[in-house]
């Protein structure tokens, strides 16, 4: 059964930074693709980031040169860091697995971001 449990969110004031983390289980994440969604309030979750199993990663444009996501691939964990933090950033956040582009497990709970003074 695969299991996505992302961790790490909180309340932040613009500018600064947090690091998320979604642990996984249930499938072989080292030959797998993984992503970054959020989802703010009112509009369609978005894929913000995603790393191959070689380590190439891609980045919406929103978020290039601030957040970098990585990967462990000894303990199945896919992280995502974020500087430079905006108000805009604010979301519910989500992990998955990608095939060809598009998320294919069931989401998880999710981590809140909240960029505010």
């Known amino acids: 059964q695969v299991q996505l449990v992302e961790s790490g969110g909180g309340l932040v004031q613009p500018g600064g930074s947090l690091r998320l983390s979604c642990a996984t289980s249930g499938f072989i994440f080292r030959v797998s693709t993984m992503g970054w969604y959020r989802q703010a309030p009112g509009k369609q979750r978005e894929l913000v980031a995603h790393?191959?199993?070689?380590?190439?990663?891609n980045y919406a444009d929103s978020v290039k040169g601030r957040f970098t996501i990585s990967r462990d691939n000894v303990k199945s964990t896919v992280s995502l860091q974020m500087n430079s933090l905006k108000p805009e950033d604010t979301a519910v956040y989500y992990c998955?697995?990608?095939?060809?582009?598009?998320?294919?497990?069931?989401w998880g709970q999710g981590t809140q971001v909240t960029v505010s003074s």
């Open positions: 998955n697995r990608l095939y060809r582009g598009v998320a294919i497990e069931s």
């Open positions: 790393i191959t199993d070689d380590g190439s990663t």
